[in-house]
């Protein structure tokens, strides 16, 4: 599975910018997505993951009431709706691929995209 991730920008506070993640193959859909960033010397964080159906999702807590997940699997493809944006949102966002239920775990992810930087100016 090869992912490609877009939609990051250079925004202001407050403003909403939305993530894809297009996924090549057939499997798509067998594989639980999540999304995942990482800021200038900080590490990799989780910030959201939906399962293989899109019935669950869970979040970061730092994310959680403004920020959705949701995917198309006719379309292999993983969104991640981003409103209300802060300054600490600031980072490189990667979409990843895991075999697992549901997990939260870079080290449960064996698929991974390239990255969208997202800047939030205040």
């Known amino acids: 599975v090869q992912l490609q991730a877009s939609g990051g920008g250079l925004v202001q506070a407050g403003d909403s910018l939305r993530l894809s993640c297009v996924a090549s193959g057939r499997s798509f859909s067998s594989y639980g997505m999540g999304w995942f960033r990482q800021a200038p010397r900080k590490e990799r964080e989780f910030v959201s993951q939906?399962?293989?159906?899109?019935?669950?999702?869970n979040y970061a807590d730092s994310v959680k009431g403004r920020f959705t997940i949701s995917r198309d699997n006719a379309k292999n493809t993983v969104y991640l709706q981003m409103n209300s944006l802060k300054p600490e949102d600031t980072a490189v966002y990667y979409c990843?691929?895991?075999?697992?239920?549901?997990?939260?775990?870079?080290?449960?992810?064996?698929?991974w995209g390239q990255g969208t930087q997202v800047t939030v100016s205040s």
């Open positions: 990843a691929a895991s075999r697992e239920f549901a997990s939260s775990r870079p080290s449960d992810y064996v698929y």
């Open positions: 939906v399962t293989w159906s899109g019935g669950n999702q």
